[in-house]
């Protein structure tokens, strides 16, 4: 009984901070610009109002229109039950838990695109043919340096895998993994989540017909993705166990809002890559990950 609570406190703390990122985010992009900005809390407004709309069908959609927003929102949260926080470790762990959190987010890519596909538009299709091409070059990048975790502790628990100092190739894996962060959660320089040119979209594309419920799962899935990500980010670089839980609480709170305030300057200082760059700097952090695996097996492995 006192597990199954803990796992519901758990969820419920993901799904409620989550919308809390793209706020700050949109908060620094203000301030840098010299703007007052949306409220931080803009997101859970949005998510409110849509929530009560109804939802408008094309008349060309499958089922699998509906369906791939919810599978792809339920992949996500069940990825962040797999993710420890610091001393208090995760709500399910088991040996091999860090595959399941990989194939977790390559479903909920699946299911976002499968979902743009169904509406039968060529424009949706596009966008998702952008997300899949892309996506390779990152998930190369985010396995190799959950490979070099793994190498560094001779563990392929996530509880363990961040549980221990990185060493040599902390740098190296922050700035791959921060680099990853970036392009799965389709933020500048890759994708703008804000941009109104619809020849350079690739993940607003794909959600242009969603509306009401549909699209807030959109967007939820979205916020708690980033957070998964910043999390994941700080812990691989930041190893908490050895602080007492209130201390290391703090800390990835910190950390995270470190990054999330990261992401915002680099949105304010640099403006989106022309596609042909994109998969040039995708490689650049495949190669930083690659030489903290390196780094890792040469010098660091337990």
């Not at 700035?175 to 970036?182: I, Q, R, S």
């Not at 980010?233 to 305030?261: I, K, M």
Request: charged share 10%; aromatic share 8%.
């Amino acid at each position: 009984m006192i597990a199954i609570l803990e796992i519901i406190l758990r969820l419920a703390l993901w799904l409620v901070l989550a919308p809390l990122l793209p706020g700050i985010i949109n908060k620094v992009k203000a301030w840098v610009a010299g703007r007052k900005g949306p409220p931080v809390l803009q997101l859970y407004y949005d998510l409110a109002r849509l929530w009560q709309k109804g939802v408008v069908l094309s008349t060309l959609a499958s089922p699998g229109f509906i369906a791939g927003p919810a599978v792809a929102w339920v992949a996500l949260v069940g990825a962040a039950l797999l993710l420890p926080l610091g001393p208090a470790g995760s709500a399910l762990s088991f040996r091999g838990d860090v595959l399941l959190l990989v194939y977790l987010f390559a479903v909920a890519r699946f299911c976002t695109a499968w979902a743009a596909l169904e509406t039968g538009s060529a424009f949706e299709g596009m966008g998702a043919a952008r997300e899949v091409s892309y996506a390779v070059l990152a998930e190369a990048a985010l396995i190799t340096g959950i490979l070099s975790l793994s190498v560094q502790t001779g563990s392929v628990t996530l509880a363990a895998m961040l549980s221990q100092p990185v060493g040599a190739g902390a740098v190296l894996l922050a700035a791959g993994l921060f680099a990853v962060l970036l392009a799965e959660n389709c933020r500048v320089p890759f994708d703008d989540p804000n941009t109104h040119l619809e020849l350079t979209m690739i993940h607003e594309v794909m959600v242009l017909d969603h509306s009401g419920p549909p699209l807030a799962a959109v967007l939820h899935g979205a916020a708690v993705k980033l957070l998964l990500f910043a999390v994941l980010l700080s812990q691989a670089v930041l190893p908490l166990n050895g602080l007492p839980p209130l201390l290391a609480a703090v800390t990835l709170g910190a950390a995270v809002l470190v990054v999330t305030v990261g992401v915002g300057l680099v949105e304010s200082l640099l403006a989106r890559f022309a596609f042909r760059r994109v998969p040039l700097l995708l490689t650049t952090a495949f190669l930083l990950c690659l030489f903290a695996l390196l780094l890792a097996w040469k010098g660091g492995a337990t």
